[in-house]
């Protein structure tokens, strides 16, 4: 079983459309949780950070983590084309970071 | 702040040869991992370093190795060169690698294996 799960997509929505991405992790020890954008030919960028249960807004995106069910998840309000790219869900453990496969979203103008 | 720089971004090499990628962290920071990425297995880590001292490893073969100097630069070296290894090859930089400080990516080297 792997450490992280997500699907890959692709998921394509309209403009405008509230987007879900979510990742399941195995490991009740992961505390800390990330979430990152990788548009095509670029590294991935760092776009939320969150520590425990809740949720975390910055603009348009919130992060949710639900750690009694090991579930992560990211939306996005109001998409934008430019919201297209790969999203990449990440926790750490020592000395090392877990990622998900990345889920594709293509946003429609 | 300069973000993690990685060079060079492209290289085409041939089956055998081999390979030398570098990495310059965040100003500051000092722990360092390098990670392969391909479409079908995604992010895949390699190894992480720290104060010059590699601290965790990936499931590599021994064609892949790495270092880190004092201004914790790093340096990651491919032998042997196999079709197989033709990825994105991304580099990132934390302040010390510890569970509550998040990564953050360069660019990657992007490595074509003819």
């Known amino acids: 079983q792997k450490e992280v799960e997500q699907d890959p997509g692709p998921l394509s929505v309209p403009e405008g459309a509230i987007v879900s991405l979510n990742c399941t992790y195995s490991?009740?020890?992961?505390?800390?949780f990330m979430w990152y954008r990788q548009y095509s030919r670029k590294g991935p960028e760092l776009l939320m950070y969150?520590?425990?249960?809740g949720n975390k807004e910055d603009g348009r995106f919130t992060a949710q983590v639900d750690k009694s069910s090991k579930y992560i998840s990211l939306f996005i309000r109001d998409s934008q084309p430019s919201d297209s790219a790969t999203y990449l869900c990440?926790?750490?453990?020592?000395?090392?970071?877990?990622f998900g496969t990345g889920t594709r979203l293509k946003v429609l103008a | 702040k300069a973000g993690v720089t990685q060079t060079p971004r492209y290289l085409i090499k041939t089956r055998g040869q081999q390979v030398t990628l570098s990495c310059s962290p965040i100003?500051?920071?000092?722990?360092v991992s390098w990670y392969q990425q391909t479409p079908g297995q995604g992010l895949q880590f390699l190894f992480e370093?720290?104060?010059?001292?590699?601290?965790n490893k990936g499931n590599f073969p021994g064609r892949f190795s790495g270092r880190q100097f004092s201004n914790s630069r790093s340096e990651m070296n491919v032998s042997t060169l196999e079709l197989g290894d033709s990825a994105l090859y991304l580099c990132?930089?934390?302040?010390?690698?510890?569970?509550?400080?998040?990564?953050?990516f360069g660019d990657g080297t992007r490595l074509s294996i003819l």
């Open positions: 990132a930089s934390s302040g010390e690698g510890l569970s509550n400080q998040p990564q953050h």
């Open positions: 490991n009740s020890a992961f505390q800390y």
């Open positions: 969150t520590y425990s249960s």
């Open positions: 990440s926790t750490s453990g020592t000395y090392k970071y877990i």
């Open positions: 100003s500051g920071h000092r722990s």
């Open positions: 370093y720290f104060s010059e001292t590699q601290r």
